[in-house]
């Protein structure tokens, strides 16, 4: 079994230094690397010859990994005040302008692509869901969800251009 004690004091430290003092979040990123130390170590069937190195590593790319979970998460509480549904609109003529530019972005949609790239940018522009979402829900992997969206928002932007 690995032995993490020698190290947990340097690895919290550098979880400190890392995430800025946010005291859960570091603790969060040791146990998530620590996790990986393990799991490592015992798909190899065999223990991992430079420790240190290695767990220092692993805590570094958790720590990465949490801070942009907590920035995205910040965004999107931060994003979630100014949206609003169509029928919410600050005034009626924004929400028919709303409307309307959505109805012939799906009429175009629909023209060019299948009903896979329909469903993905309904999904993304009148759901507001993530990117991970949609490839959740429509059962493909998160690039290629990204690469629908990136051929649809190119269409788009040649169609709609006056």
């Known amino acids: ?80 005040a100014d949206r609003f549904v169509i029928g919410e609109a600050p005034d009626p003529a924004t929400a028919a302008m709303i409307a309307d530019v959505l109805l012939t972005s799906d009429r175009i949609v629909r023209k060019h692509f299948g009903s896979r790239h329909v469903d993905i940018f309904r999904l993304r522009y009148h759901d507001g869901l993530s990117v991970r979402e949609i490839a959740a829900r429509v059962a493909l992997s998160v690039s290629t969800v990204k690469h629908d969206l990136h051929a649809i928002i190119a269409l788009l932007r040649r169609s709609l251009q006056p």
Do not use: D
């Open 1 to 80: 079994m690995l032995n993490f004690g020698p190290y947990l004091e340097k690895q919290r430290a550098l979880a400190m230094r890392i995430m800025g003092g946010n005291v859960a979040a570091a603790e969060e990123a040791c146990e998530e690397a620590r996790m990986a130390v393990l799991t490592r170590s015992l798909a190899n069937h065999e223990p991992i010859q430079l420790f240190w190195p290695y767990l220092r590593r692993a805590t570094v790319r958790a720590c990465y990994r949490k801070l942009r979970r907590l920035h995205r998460e910040r965004l999107r509480l931060e994003q979630g």
